[in-house]
Structures are given as structure tokens and as C-alpha cells.
């Protein structure tokens, strides 16, 4: 077969896994955490947003507890300081995580430091 024909299978393929939604299935089972925030609005423009947010706790989860589904209400009470409490499947609710900053407001940095910790609580109580 000649490389435009392998091409055009490959486009073809694409199109009919995002057309009959199986591309999007594939990409909802990579979410393991329901991710709430209340005060975005508060997040400085450098943290990247909720959605940042969001999608640093899903990786930190798929890296750290690939599989457990939970559930992560994030408060933004400041510019430096979160807080989020995680609800298992089981409907265990774990201690609450809070993160400050002392001298600036949220970065990225801080928000992936925040995931991590939520995702290694919850590796943490995973089986107990």
C-alpha cells in the first residue's frame, strides 16, 4: 500500500473514532477525579486557571492512583491559599488538603505541588 493510501486509512480511522464518539469514551476514562471549584474567579491569571487545576489533579491522580475514581471540591479562598476536600466512590470523605503561599500568589508550580498531595492522599487510603 502506498504511503497516501495508508494516510487516508489513518485520517478515515480518526474521523469515524471521534464521529461515533469512541475517541471521546477513550478520553473520559483517562478522568479518575469529578473536579468542583468554588472562587475561581479568585485563581491569579499565572496559577492557569480552574481548568489547569482540574487537569493537574487528574494527572497527578493517573500517575499516583491510576483507576481510583474520586470526587474534589476545591475552594479557592485567596490568590495563595486553596483547600479541598476528597470524597471517595465509597463516599468516604478524606481530611482536608490546604495549600499557601507566603510571599506571592499561585503559580503552576503550587497547583501541581496541591495535585500531587490530594492524589497521595488518596493513594494513601486507598485499601484501608
Do not use: Y
Amino acid at each position: 500500500m502506498s504511503a497516501g493510501r495508508w494516510m487516508t486509512a489513518i485520517v478515515v480511522l480518526v474521523l469515524t473514532r471521534v464521529s461515533t464518539g469512541a475517541f471521546a469514551m477513550g478520553q473520559s476514562d483517562m478522568t479518575t477525579s469529578n473536579c468542583r471549584i468554588t472562587g475561581a474567579e479568585k485563581l491569579p491569571a499565572e496559577s492557569g486557571g480552574s481548568k489547569v487545576l482540574c487537569d493537574a489533579i487528574d494527572a497527578a491522580a493517573l500517575a499516583h492512583v491510576p483507576g481510583v475514581h474520586f470526587t474534589v471540591d476545591v475552594r479557592v479562598l485567596s490568590s495563595s491559599m486553596l483547600a479541598a476536600v476528597v470524597t471517595l466512590n465509597d463516599g468516604r470523605k478524606l481530611p482536608e488538603q490546604k495549600i499557601a503561599v507566603s510571599d506571592s500568589a499561585l503559580k503552576r508550580h503550587s497547583i501541581e505541588r496541591f495535585a500531587d498531595a490530594i492524589a497521595l492522599q488518596v493513594a494513601g487510603t486507598v485499601g484501608s
